[in-house]
C-alpha cells in the first residue's frame, strides 16, 4: 500500500509553510532517513526526512508552493512491488499557465465579443456567456488577468476590465499598476526610488506576534540603573586568563545574572496560559538574535545549572545556527523568560515587547561612563540602563521592581552569582 507523504508541524504553533525545495525526483529510490525535502517555516528552512523506504511515485506540490497545510499530503511513496496505476486518486500538482496559451484565449474572447454572434457558445476557457448576465455582481477576469493580481498583490474589484461586458485582462492589471505607480510618485516626489518586497512568513509571524502581545497584555515598564564596573573588571580577568580560548561576554553574564534572578524570584519566571498561569523551576532563557528578515528568540536552557563558559558556548552555537537559519524547533519554541540586549549598537534604553505567553522580557542597554553619586561623592561609572516590561496578568509591580533589585545586586557584585 502506497504512502502519503505528508507536510510536518516542524513546531507546535505552525500550521502551514513553504514547500522551498525538493531533493529528490519521481523515480527516485529512498530509504527510511533520507532527506527529500526543504520546508520553509516562519522561523527556519528545515529538511524533511522519508519515513520509510520505497520509490518517490508522485511529486504532489511543486517548489517554491506558499501556504501548504500541515498534514497535506506533498507527495506520494510507492512500497516494493506497486505502480502508480495501482492508486485509485491522485491530486494533480497545480499547472503553471502557459502566458502565450492565456493569451491567445484572451484573442478568442475579443474576437468572438467584437462579433454580432447572439448564440450561446463555450469558449475553451469552459466560460458560458449567460453567466454574465446572470450575476453582475461577479467579478470576470481572465486567468492570466487573475494571476497576474494576485502576484502583485492587486484587489481586482478596483479595475474597470476593457474586455468583453467588462471582463478584466492582462493590459487592465498591467494599465492599473502603471497608474498608481505614477499616483505615487505624484504624492510622495521626494521618494519615487522604492523597492516593493513582498513580506516573508516570518515577517508575518513576527508582526502578528507583536500585535497579539501590545493588544492581549497589559505591558507595564520598570527601568533601573546598574553600575556594571565591577562587572566589566570580573570579565576583563576571566578573559585574560582564558589565553584566547574563549572570551566571555558581558551579555553571557546579563544571562547569568537573570537567570539567578530568576531563581530567587521564582513568581517573575512565569507564563500567561488564560485559565492558568504556569510557574517555572527552571530557567530557560530566550534570547533575542538579529537575523536577515527578521528576529528570532533561541532558548538556551537550564541556565541555572551552567556557567559561564557553558552559557558563552551555547549562546554561538544558537547564534549562528538561527543566522543560518538550522534552528531546530525546540531551540527556538518555549522558554520562561526574555532577554532583548541592544547595547552593542549604541542604544541607552528601550522598552521590548513581551513575547508571549511568557510573563516578562529584559531590555538591555549600552554601559556608557555617566556621572553618579557614590558616599557623598560625585564619580565616573560605567552604568547599563535595563527596562523590565511586565505582562500585568503575570506579574504584579512588586514582583518585577523585586526582580530588578535582585538583578541590580547580581550585575554589581558578580560573585554573589557563585552563590
Not at 71 to 98: F, H
Request: net charge negative; aromatic share 4%.
Amino acid at each position: 500500500m502506497s504512502v502519503n507523504i505528508l507536510m510536518p508541524a516542524l513546531s507546535p504553533t505552525m500550521e502551514e509553510g513553504t514547500l522551498s525545495k525538493w531533493l529528490v525526483k519521481e523515480g527516485d529510490t529512498v530509504t527510511s532517513g533520507d532527506l527529500i525535502a526543504e520546508i520553509e517555516t516562519d522561523k527556519a528552512t528545515m529538511e524533511v526526512e522519508s519515513i520509510d523506504d520505497g520509490t518517490i511515485g508522485k511529486i504532489l506540490v511543486r517548489e517554491g508552493q506558499e501556504a501548504v497545510k500541515v498534514n497535506e499530503p506533498i507527495a506520494i511513496l510507492l512500497l516494493d512491488g506497486e505502480n502508480l496505476s495501482d492508486i485509485k486518486s491522485i491530486k494533480k500538482v497545480p499547472a503553471i499557465e502557459s502566458v502565450q496559451e492565456i493569451e491567445k484565449i484572451e484573442s478568442k474572447e475579443k474576437l468572438y465579443f467584437s462579433s454580432n454572434k447572439t448564440s450561446k457558445i463555450d469558449l475553451d476557457t469552459n466560460i458560458n456567456i449567460e453567466n454574465f448576465k446572470k450575476n453582475e455582481t461577479r467579478i470576470f477576469a481572465s486567468p492570466l488577468a487573475k494571476r497576474i493580481a494576485k502576484q502583485r498583490d492587486i484587489d481586482l474589484s478596483l479595475i474597470n476590465g476593457s474586455g468583453p461586458n467588462g471582463r478584466i485582462l492582462k493590459t487592465d492589471i498591467e494599465n492599473f499598476n502603471n497608474n498608481k505607480n505614477l499616483l505615487k510618485n505624484k504624492i510622495t516626489t521626494n521618494n519615487s526610488n522604492s523597492e516593493l518586497i513582498k513580506n516573508s512568513s516570518m515577517r508575518k509571524t513576527i508582526a502578528e506576534r507583536l500585535v497579539q502581545s501590545k493588544n492581549e497584555a497589559p505591558h507595564f515598564y520598570l527601568s533601573l540603573d546598574c553600575n556594571i564596573d565591577q562587572l566589566l573588571k570580573i570579565r576583563t580577568m576571566i578573559n585574560l586568563k582564558s589565553n584566547d580560548k574563549y572570551k566571555i561576554s558581558v551579555n553571557d553574564m546579563i544571562i547569568k545574572a537573570a537567570s539567578s534572578s530568576l531563581i530567587k524570584v521564582p513568581k517573575a519566571n512565569a507564563s500567561w496560559e488564560n485559565e492558568n498561569t504556569r510557574y517555572f523551576n527552571n530557567t530557560d532563557i530566550s534570547v533575542a538574535v538579529a537575523i536577515d528578515g527578521g528576529l528570532i528568540t533561541p532558548i538556551i536552557k537550564d541556565v541555572q545549572s551552567k556557567g559561564l563558559l557553558e552559557i558563552s558556548e551555547d549562546m554561538k552555537l544558537l547564534a549562528n545556527k538561527a543566522k543560518d537559519g538550522k534552528l531546530l524547533p525546540e531551540e527556538y519554541v518555549g522558554g520562561s523568560f526574555s532577554i532583548s540586549n541592544l547595547g552593542m549598537y549604541g542604544i541607552k534604553e528601550f522598552s521590548a515587547v513581551i513575547n508571549p505567553p511568557q510573563g516578562a522580557i529584559l531590555a538591555v542597554g549600552s554601559g556608557e561612563k555617566r556621572p553618579i553619586v557614590i558616599n557623598d561623592q560625585l564619580s565616573i561609572a560605567s552604568i547599563m540602563t535595563v527596562t523590565l516590561s511586565c505582562d500585568h496578568r503575570v506579574v504584579d509591580g512588586a514582583v518585577g521592581a523585586q526582580f530588578l533589585s535582585v538583578f541590580k545586586d547580581f550585575i554589581e557584585n558578580p560573585s554573589l552569582m557563585l552563590l
